[in-house]
């Protein structure tokens, strides 16, 4: 029986002990940007040589992008290269940790590049440092002229695979590129890779542009153009370059949007002072109307599963942003601020909306939450406004205006990039002056 | 018969007894435990011994002045004060600290950060249409900061008493580890995540043995943000090294498990 007793005791305080291991919580971190080295790629040294590409500094040039675009990001650090600490070509086999460690890099990327058969092959490895292993590996096998856009790749593996979210850097931005004096200014609509490379222009600046949009498949883009004198709803194929007045409207079309299956393209219609929101099937061209309100109903954009559509309205006196479900109806109101709201955009993760808000002759671009819950306005400036935002959903694009003389000097307009903490602000290097950006979903996707 | 059932009567009531007393689930509320509170003040105010305590002198002299009040009231700020210790010798993240107090009070309002910029948002608080909100706002925010106050005391009570961990240990800890702890902000802030590392500790505090509790999920699919959270975590982990632990105690904290949960900064 003591036995019994004894046993009985042991078991009793051994759960106890097993019971009093310490816990912790740690809620909160910090905001740091991640140190990270991004080593430039090696290029095998026997590699072909190509007539229109210099292969030995591109192992240069695409570290260069690849640190540029996570700078941009605010959420990592790119160490300068004169503190690295090992070659390229040993790096890429095996890095020595330690030493890595040393300059304060949490993260490291090597690569190593080969041209055979006219075929650029770029493979990379990301190792974290802390661990002392590798995380990722891939290879990428491609024609030599597309070298840019695998470095936009490689960032957008390495973003998703730090931060746990989609990239954005394989992505485009159209926009309208505006050159000459204020009041007559050519504009035309251009188009370029996130960071500001490989800019063309789509139209010639004979009419004048507003308002491009992609489709979901960045295939096609609609805008708004002049017809007849008429301003109206164009569709553009990029490839082809064949465009197409939208629909037959007795009147004018603008604030053109693609639903997120990219079938409809849902926008304004303008008529003896009244404007409402309808949609067209852009196979069948068969038109519905969304709003039948004697105010102006304008800006509609889709969420992303398509089954709501928030838009504005001056219904209630003064131009604010509404949400309905997708077939007109349950129209409610989201904002009930002091000043005016417009051009919303629902986010690509639908939790959010992005907006522009007038208030005292100041403009902000601000987001809040679908229900209007939550407003952040982000940034503050003279003239500013069109949100669009980037495919992941963490930053938005818009253009600013500066304020000119009396005779137009000193005026630009410029696009801007800003995150949705309110932070990292920063201009898009263009050719021109740009206005009204649209930024193209992943390409690579 | 009689004899067997009277011993089984005697060792089941002693059974009963020693569990009461002795498992900390059967505790009784909290609010039995005051000595408890007024030990926690004392590690408080050996924490106001460092370079600033000018400014805390005053406020203790002040507090002297007043009539001596019951210690329950003073227990609440312990809240605050416990973040100062580890920030106060590095000036760089002087305005971090109080951001980070700012937060814990009211997890939902960071609108102040972000309108920063913003003159007019300042003035339009005080629009007229919007008092009677703000003045909802102002009672949800004080239900909330009580709330909060309530938890950790709550919470540092239990910890203290079952672990051996002091508040202001436990603290050093904590804060020395969200220095370390850079957070991915691309996780999602509706899901639940919460890593679960389970440390074996040297007496220096270098992690001897990391073990992530749950790490079967690393690698199950449609798992690929626990896998990031987790490895972030263990990141943190490495770079905190040595870990802040107490002089003494090495049986009690050999064995140390954190729990890294993002959601409240993901939320904003």
């Known amino acids: ?445 | 018969m009689t004899k067997g059932l009277l011993f089984s009567i005697t060792f089941h009531a002693v059974m009963i007894l020693l569990t009461i007393l002795t498992l900390p689930f059967m505790l009784r509320d909290p609010i039995d435990l005051p000595p408890i509170l007024s030990v926690e003040l004392i590690q408080i105010s050996d924490k106001t011994n460092i370079p600033f305590a000018p400014k805390a002198r005053k406020v203790i002299e002040k507090v002297k002045k007043e009539e001596k009040r019951v210690v329950s009231e003073q227990a609440p700020p312990s809240a605050k004060a416990k973040e100062k210790p580890d920030r106060i010798p590095l000036p760089n993240e002087k305005k971090d600290k109080k951001k980070l107090v700012e937060k814990k009070q009211n997890p939902e309002e960071v609108k102040p950060e972000i309108r920063q910029s913003s003159e007019f948002e300042k003035k339009e608080i005080i629009d007229t249409n919007q008092i009677a909100a703000l003045i909802d706002k102002a009672k949800e925010e004080a239900a909330l900061e009580q709330n909060t106050a309530d938890k950790l005391t709550q919470s540092s009570v239990k910890n203290s008493f079952v672990t051996g961990l002091t508040l202001s240990q436990e603290d050093a800890l904590r804060a020395q580890i969200f220095g370390c702890w850079s957070v991915p902000l691309g996780l999602p802030y509706d899901t639940n995540l919460l890593v679960r590392i389970k440390l074996n500790l040297k007496k220096d505090g270098t992690v001897l043995k990391s073990e992530i509790l749950d790490h079967e999920r690393m690698n199950k699919p449609g798992q690929k943000f626990y896998k990031i959270l987790a490895e972030s975590a263990l990141r943190a982990v490495r770079l905190c090294q040595p870990l802040k632990v107490p002089p003494t105690g090495y049986d009690k904290w050999k064995e140390l498990q954190l729990n890294f949960n993002p959601t409240e900064m993901l939320r904003g």
């Not at chain 1, 010639?204 to 004198?229: D, K």
């Open chain 1, 1 to 445: 029986m003591k036995i019994f007793f004894f046993i009985f005791f042991f078991i009793f305080f051994q759960f106890n002990a097993a019971n009093s291991l310490i816990k912790v919580d740690i809620t909160r971190g910090n905001l740091d940007p991640l140190p990270i080295a991004v080593s430039p790629l090696h290029v095998d040294p026997n590699s072909q040589s190509l007539k229109d590409l210099k292969i030995k500094g591109l192992g240069d040039k695409i570290s260069e992008i690849i640190e540029n675009n996570f700078k941009g990001t605010g959420l990592f650090n790119p160490l300068p290269k004169d503190a690295f600490v090992q070659n390229p070509d040993i790096a890429h086999l095996k890095p020595r940790f330690e030493d890595w460690r040393l300059i304060k890099a949490q993260a490291l990327v090597t690569g190593k590049i080969l041209v055979k058969d006219d075929k650029l092959k770029i493979e990379f490895r990301l190792w974290d440092l802390t661990a002392s292993k590798e995380i990722m590996a891939l290879a990428f096998t491609t024609t030599p002229s597309n070298w840019r856009r695998v470095a936009h790749i490689i960032s957008d593996k390495i973003y998703e695979r730090l931060t746990g979210e989609d990239g954005y850097f394989d992505t485009r931005i159209i926009y309208v590129s505006e050159t000459g004096p204020k009041n007559r200014r050519v504009k035309k609509l251009g188009i370029m890779d996130q960071d500001g490379a490989n800019t063309k222009y789509l139209t010639l600046g004979n009419e004048l542009v507003l308002t491009p949009r992609f489709n979901p498949t960045n295939q096609l883009v609609t805008y708004l153009s002049y017809f007849r004198n008429l301003p109206r709803v164009y569709l553009l194929d990029i490839e082809t370059g064949v465009q197409e007045v939208v629909g037959n409207f007795p009147g004018m079309t603008f604030a053109p949007r693609f639903s997120p299956d990219g079938k409809k393209i849902i926008m304004s219609f303008a008529k003896d002072g009244n404007s409402d929101i309808y949609t067209m099937d852009i196979e069948t061209r068969v038109v519905e109307r969304i709003t039948e309100h004697s105010s102006i109903d304008t800006s509609p954009s889709y969420s992303p599963d398509g089954k709501y559509i928030c838009f504005n309205s001056d219904r209630s006196g003064v131009q604010q942003i509404y949400v309905m479900k997708s077939d007109g109806t349950n129209v409610k109101r989201i904002t009930f601020g002091s000043g005016l709201y417009g051009t919303p955009v629902w986010s690509p993760r639908g939790d959010l909306i992005a907006f522009t808000k007038v208030r005292k002759g100041r403009f902000y671009i601000g987001v809040m939450r679908a229900d209007g819950s939550g407003e952040r306005l982000l940034t503050e400036n003279f003239y500013q406004e069109a949100p669009s935002w980037s495919p992941n959903g963490r930053v938005l694009v818009f253009y600013r205006e500066t304020k000119s003389g009396a005779n137009g000097e000193g005026f630009s307009a410029k696009l801007w990039s800003i995150d949705i903490t309110g932070y990292n602000e920063r201009k898009l290097s263009t050719e021109t002056d740009a206005s009204d950006p649209s930024w193209s979903s992943l390409l690579s996707k």
